[in-house]
């Protein structure tokens, strides 16, 4: 694992992470989630790099490499952080301009990823979605009013307390003593906790942002730019509630699969899992699956590409 940085569009300095095999086949871009870094995915990475896959990602605004602990920055963090992923897809793109690449975002991660492979459709031969769910309704509305309402009071800098408390609150309530909806192992949760960037509350502004662009991945203007070609795979836990304990995880894949078109969208539910399901019992089977997944992405745009020369 190598820490670096780059300048983005409007001259912000985003720190990344790398993990460059030797010979690499194809380039891998991790979208990490909320209140953590890509420094948590160092396991992961190293097996995706172990397969051949040169890894990158960056750490998102507010957060680890980029801005620290502060869970702020400001202007649109959601959209902003998306210029920032194209940028850094542009760096790797230029210097293995024949190599396929695919993304995967975890959590906040994925949602930033559903949006990704909308605005950069041309960008990736494939993504996953970790963690993820399809996030259309009240309660991101009130979501987006709270956090609206306390940035224009000017607090958009302040810890947003008051929507974490609501939703990790709610969250972590069907939990046994112990461990948290992050995993049903409680030297995960304590991992998690003890880890030096994350378990931290983000601002106002994060908040605002995040609600605010969130919506528009579910809008025609936008979807319907997304390549349907392009393998889709939904990975979550069957006990996450961000997923809605499978509920909104079915309501992602009839979305892609019947609302898009997307021609091959994957789902699986790891029973017993919760939210970190690269964290939990499904760790095993869970880094096969997506390794698997992103070389048979690889070897279909590889024929593609053959087909046309």
């Known amino acids: 694992m190598t820490e670096k940085s780059f300048i983005s569009y409007d001259g912000k300095k985003v720190g990344y992470r790398e993990w460059r095999p ?9 979208a990490h989630g909320m209140a953590e870094s890509t420094a948590r995915y160092d396991d992961f990475a190293s097996y995706l790099a172990k397969r051949g896959f040169l890894v990158f990602g960056d750490d998102h605004r507010g957060h680890g490499l980029t801005d620290g602990r502060t869970g702020y920055a400001d202007g649109e963090m959601f959209e902003d952080t998306l210029k920032d992923m194209a940028t850094l897809t542009k760096m790797y793109k230029e210097e293995f301009p024949s190599l396929p690449f695919f993304i995967f975002g975890h959590s906040y991660g994925s949602f930033l990823t559903q949006a990704y492979i909308e605005r950069y459709p041309d960008n990736p031969c494939g993504a996953v979605l970790c963690g993820s769910a399809y996030l259309h309704d009240i309660s991101s509305f009130a979501g987006k009013v709270v956090a609206g309402f306390n940035c224009l009071i000017g607090r958009k800098n302040k810890k947003a307390e008051f929507i974490a408390k609501l939703s990790f609150g709610a969250y972590n309530k069907k939990c046994p003593e112990g461990t948290t909806f992050i995993s049903s192992i409680k030297e995960e949760c304590d991992k998690y906790d003890s880890f030096p960037d994350c378990n931290y509350t983000l601002s106002y502004n994060f908040y605002r942002s995040f609600f605010k662009n969130l919506a528009k991945n579910y809008k025609k203007k936008y979807y319907k730019n997304i390549n349907a070609d392009n393998p889709i795979l939904i990975v979550s836990g069957q006990d996450d509630p961000v997923g809605g304990y499978g509920k909104l995880v079915d309501k992602l894949y009839d979305f892609y699969k019947h609302k898009v078109g997307v021609e091959r969208v994957e789902k ?32 279909a745009e590889k024929r593609k590409s053959d087909e046309l020369r």
């Not at 399901?277 to 997944?293: H, P, V, W």
């Open 22 to 30: 030797e010979n690499p086949t194809g380039l891998v871009q991790i």
């Open 268 to 299: 699986v539910l790891y029973p017993g899992v919760r939210h970190e399901l690269l964290n939990d019992t499904s760790r095993e089977d869970a880094y096969k699956k997506i390794g698997d997944f992103i070389s048979a992405a690889f070897d």
